[in-house]
């Protein structure tokens, strides 16, 4: 395998069918919010693309089986009353070393479901916060300036960080396809980045059902954010802790001296 391939199990009929990517990244915040997607909405699985460009591993399944990391097509009609659906999550990203991988990968992705009509994308995704202030907030950037005035009512944040980056699939997804006549916004939640972040997830999940105007059960991604805001909760009793016992300890000579 020279390049990447797309084993296409089934073509279904799709009118105008909204491409929605949620792959590995920043506290798996859009691959989180992608699966849940796919199951809520009972989404069918009809292709997968491989790539030399993935990791040099097979992953090792319960039943002792191999299989080659890969990234999973699935898609949803929504008849006469919703927009049809093409979600793309998966094992993982092009390594971040390797350009040419990410562009060719990408490329391959747009090629696909542009034969389905896909003219509009929304990429999901996390941005690392050192702290959060409250909930995650959805920070959202788009191909075209006219998309914030379609989405002002929504609660997302337009960056305006001139020089900013949207690394990997999030970003190049919305370049690329903005090259090829393709519209779309990017999602990111904020996120601390070193846990899986299911409370980012859902904050992105939520904006992305506006959008498509479907309403989503969000009971299992709250169960998964609660369990990390305890994982969030004990990690950062452990960075206290730790920044307690590296400040420096008060002497008595100092003590003595304190009156000066």
Do not use: C
């Amino acid at each position: 395998m020279k390049e990447s391939v797309i084993v296409v199990y089934e073509k279904p009929e799709l009118k105008d069918p909204i491409f929605i990517e949620g792959l590995p990244g920043i506290g798996l915040v859009g691959k989180l919010a992608a699966d849940h997607l796919i199951k809520e909405l009972n989404a069918k699985k009809f292709a997968e693309l491989y790539s030399p460009h993935f990791l040099h591993q097979v992953l090792v399944k319960k039943d002792s089986t191999v299989d080659l990391m890969k990234n999973e097509f699935y898609y949803w009609k929504g008849g006469e009353e919703y927009r049809d659906i093409i979600i793309i999550t998966g094992d993982t990203q092009v390594p971040p070393t390797d350009s040419y991988g990410h562009f060719e990968v990408v490329g391959k992705m747009l090629d696909f479901v542009g034969e389905f009509g896909t003219k509009e994308i929304i990429t999901m995704g996390g941005f690392q916060v050192p702290e959060l202030q409250g909930e995650p907030k959805v920070l959202g950037s788009v191909t075209h300036v006219e998309l914030k005035e379609r989405y002002k009512d929504l609660p997302i944040i337009f960056r305006e960080d001139e020089g900013g980056a949207i690394v990997g699939a999030a970003g190049l997804l919305l370049g690329i396809g903005k090259l090829r006549g393709m519209r779309g916004i990017s999602l990111l939640g904020e996120s601390l980045g070193y846990v899986v972040d299911a409370k980012a997830a859902k904050a992105v999940l939520s904006v992305v059902a506006r959008i498509l105007g479907i309403e989503i059960d969000m009971s299992a991604l709250d169960e998964r954010a609660k369990e990390t805001e305890e994982i969030l909760k004990k990690v950062q009793e452990m960075q206290r802790a730790m920044f307690e016992q590296q400040m420096p300890q008060p002497t008595g000579e100092e003590e003595d001296r304190g009156y000066l």
